[in-house]
């Protein structure tokens, strides 16, 4: 590597984990880079969800390397992790996990108190950017689940990270309503040159990532980019 090169945004080298006797993940390597698409396809059970807590230092592989924009993180305590995860990476699970007693506006700027780029401006330009400006002071209680998820995203966003991990973020939403949230989350990653890795079920928003990865018994099995546009 030319010291010109940057660094991967995300890159995981050669995981293997395994719960008690089954081996979940075979020896999985990957790179993103700042500002690249990835989608991963698999059916249930194919190691999508256990791969995401790995590269988003949740939990620690058995064995095998992660790295965050050229720094390796598995190798650190739990406290060191969630500290730089808190300036690097945004996450998006299915469930969204909002904080109940904090209104709207404060679950964006959660990762900005934990250290993570932005201010209050950029918080407030992402609630505006899902539709949810004007909704800032009010609970999350009252939204809708869809709503709620573009919270999390906003949130997932507002420190700036080189790196948004997103776990089936739409797959609570009807199908329209979770294409739209799911653009909105790459629309939104793209214009920060976030590198984005989405766990999807869904072929149309594949299609709309630079490359899919298709995962099957714990081993990326096909790589394959995006056709070129045009
Ligand atoms: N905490 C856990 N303890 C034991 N087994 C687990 C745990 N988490 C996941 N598994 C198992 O690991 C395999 C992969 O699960 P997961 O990563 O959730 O797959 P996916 O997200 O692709 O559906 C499954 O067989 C699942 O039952
Ligand atoms: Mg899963």
Redesign the pocket.
Known sequence: MTPTTPAPALEARNLRHT??Q?T?LHGVSLTVQPGEVVAVT?P????????LHLLGGLDVPQQGEVWWAGQRVDTLDTQSRATRRAGRLGLVFQHHYLLEDLTILQNVQVPLMLGGAGDLIYARHLLTRVGLGERGSEMPSILSGGERQRVAIARALAGQPAVILADEPTGSLDRANAQRVAQLLIDLAREQQAGVLLVTHDEALAASADRTLH?LDGSIVEDVPAPAAG
């Open positions: 719960f008690g089954t979940v698999g249930s059970g194919s190691g999508k969800s256990t791969l995962l």
